[in-house]
């Protein structure tokens, strides 16, 4: 079954062989979707036949949005803690326990509907790959438990039993790592592809938060790092050395630091929902860009510290407050995630990618930043099926 998407107003193909601007812009384009991929992109004139066309009738498409980092496996929500925030209290890494705590008590059924809600409502705002996390079980079981329920929704599983301490081990954190290094990691590894670790003053420390990423590249997983968030760290050189895929948040960055992710393959993911959310200082996505680095955008979906998964709203924060253009948010928010996860099959619409089309009811991308707050996404295909469909029925 083949599909021609035709009278595309703009279509974002982030296929730098078109030079067309960083996005591949072309206009008054079809895409020609056959099975799960794309088969054809270019002019609508020259376009081939299909067994179906659907006319967008001057509509802008982009790739679907790769959300490369979110904590969608959890119990339980902390309204409370973002308004007593709103107030005035300061955010410190603790606060995840009380969600630890309705984790551990949820049943496998009740997790899954709300990592089944989190990733309809991402479908719905044009995402079409998601990263997700464990870390709310910080045991042995419960840390396997979501990394098995994460894995019915997406290939892009990450274990992060070093989130916290687990509270049993709060005397003992060398110990806990110990247990993350180790059964936790082993109880984890048949359902994820990627390991991180929360690298903070109140969660793990450098020499931890290594060891943690040392064993889960002996393990074969590809590493991710959360750091810089809250205050500087000298953890970045190391993390790249190693190979890490993305190092997130990445406010407190020293020039070093900067200069080490701009000349490796680490990607700089920034995560402004969080600090949004935790009224924390925002990174600067210019300095990363001018020096070179790969940057990319995602919403850091968590029920404490940022509980949004609308990547138009990041782009339009980014693009307001990191001083991204908005043709780079745009980027940052397909190609730069699909760098993030390493992954080459989605995150543009060049052949052979996956059909993953976000159309919106516009006639630019650039309406993602220009309008916040506005739902404008108006159909979504994933792997070339048509599964969002917001227009509204006469
Ligand atoms: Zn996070």
């Known amino acids: 079954m083949s599909t021609l998407i035709t009278g595309i107003g703009r279509l974002v193909t982030n296929d730098p062989a078109r030079d067309r601007g960083p996005l591949g812009e072309l206009t008054d384009a079809a895409v020609l979707i056959d099975g799960e991929q794309v088969a054809w992109v270019g002019d609508a004139h020259a376009a081939p036949p299909a067994d179906e066309a659907v006319?967008?009738?001057?509509?802008?498409?982009?790739?679907?949005?790769?959300?490369?980092?979110?904590?969608?496996?959890f119990a339980g929500e902390r309204s409370e803690e973002f308004a007593a925030r709103m107030a005035g209290q300061r955010y410190a890494a603790g606060g995840i326990m009380s969600t630890v705590t309705a984790t551990r008590a949820a049943s496998d059924?009740?997790?899954?509907?709300?990592?089944?809600?989190?990733?309809?409502?991402?479908?719905?705002?044009?995402?079409t790959t998601f990263e997700a996390k464990t870390g709310y079980g910080l045991d042995v079981a419960t840390e396997a438990r979501l990394a098995r329920i994460a894995a019915e929704f997406t290939d892009e599983v990450t274990f992060i039993g070093a989130h916290v301490v687990g509270p049993e081990w709060r005397d003992d954190p060398d110990g806990y790592v110990d247990l993350v290094r180790g059964d936790m990691l082993a109880a984890c590894r048949p359902h994820v592809r990627w390991i991180d670790v929360f690298c903070e003053e109140g969660a793990f420390n450098v020499d931890q938060s290594l060891a943690v990423l040392e064993a889960g590249r002996r393990a074969g997983l590809g590493l991710r790092l959360h750091a810089a968030q809250l205050g500087p760290t000298s953890i970045i050189g190391d993390a790249v050395a190693l190979g890490a895929a993305s190092i997130d948040h990445c406010t407190f960055l020293s020039d070093a630091d900067v200069d080490a992710m701009a000349g490796s393959q680490t990607v700089a993911t920034l995560l402004p929902a969080a600090e949004f959310s935790t009224r924390q200082p925002y990174p600067s996505a210019r300095r990363l860009l001018d020096a070179g680095a790969t940057v990319a955008i995602a919403?850091?979906?968590?029920?404490?510290?940022?509980?949004?998964?609308?990547?138009?709203?990041?782009?339009?924060?980014?693009?307001r407050d990191m001083h991204f253009t908005v043709e780079q948010a745009v980027w940052a928010a397909t190609a730069g995630g699909a760098n993030a996860l390493q992954r080459t099959d989605?995150?543009?619409?060049?052949?052979?990618?996956?059909?993953?089309?976000?159309?919106?009811?516009?006639?630019?991308?650039?309406?993602?930043?220009?309008?916040?707050?506005?739902?404008?996404?108006?159909?979504?295909?994933?792997?070339?099926?048509?599964?969002?469909d917001n227009r509204p029925c006469d």
Do not use: K
């Open 55 to 73: 006319d967008l009738d001057g509509a802008a498409v982009i790739p679907g949005f790769v959300d490369s980092h979110s904590h969608p496996v």
């Open 299 to 319: 919403t850091d979906c968590n029920p404490g510290s940022g509980f949004s998964n609308s990547m138009p709203f990041v782009i339009a924060i980014g693009v």
């Open 109 to 127: 059924d009740r997790l899954r509907a709300t990592v089944s809600r989190i990733r309809a409502e991402m479908l719905d705002e044009g995402t």
């Open 346 to 388: 989605v995150g543009h619409l060049g052949v052979g990618a996956r059909a993953d089309l976000t159309i919106l009811d516009a006639p630019s991308y650039r309406h993602l930043a220009y309008r916040p707050g506005v739902q404008l996404v108006e159909r979504v295909y994933s792997g070339g099926e048509l599964i969002v």
